[in-house]
């Protein structure tokens, strides 16, 4: 039996862990996230900088089935795209895709400007697009 006085120490303790346990799993087994299918990524890429390409608006990708969330602030801003090309393969970066792109972008005054990117796409649950300056 334990003494009272180490009971309430070790009883606040238990419980800690216990609730430690069930919110971080305690090493059980969890299912992963899927990752990304590169095909998909790939599509999923081209079908948005074709569109942006086009002068749609990025908004209206959260309209289609599937729905695509894309982050992208020149787009957003209102740059247009001129033209992009892929520059390497692409790379598994934790559960997604990497895509590193050159952007030939035309501001509203008409000048143009190269930028390089890298577009990080995600496939699972959701269709994700979102950029980062290379």
Known sequence: MIPFHLSRPLSRWFFGFLL????????????????????????TLRLV????????????????????????????????LVAYKPQADARL????????VVLELKSPKGRIVKK??????????QLLVL????
């Open 93 to 100: 970066a934790g559960n997604d895709m990497q895509y590193p």
């Open 116 to 125: 390089q990117a890298v577009y990080t796409i995600s496939t699972s649950p």
């Open 131 to 134: 950029r980062q300056d290379g």
């Open 49 to 80: 900088l074709d569109a942006w390409k086009a002068g749609e608006n990025p908004a209206d990708f959260s309209k289609r089935v599937p729905s695509i969330v894309i982050n992208d602030m020149d787009w957003s801003t209102g740059l247009k």
């Open 20 to 43: 430690l346990c069930t919110t971080t799993g305690c090493g059980m087994s969890q299912s992963a996230a899927p990752q990304a299918d590169p095909g998909q990524a790939e599509k």
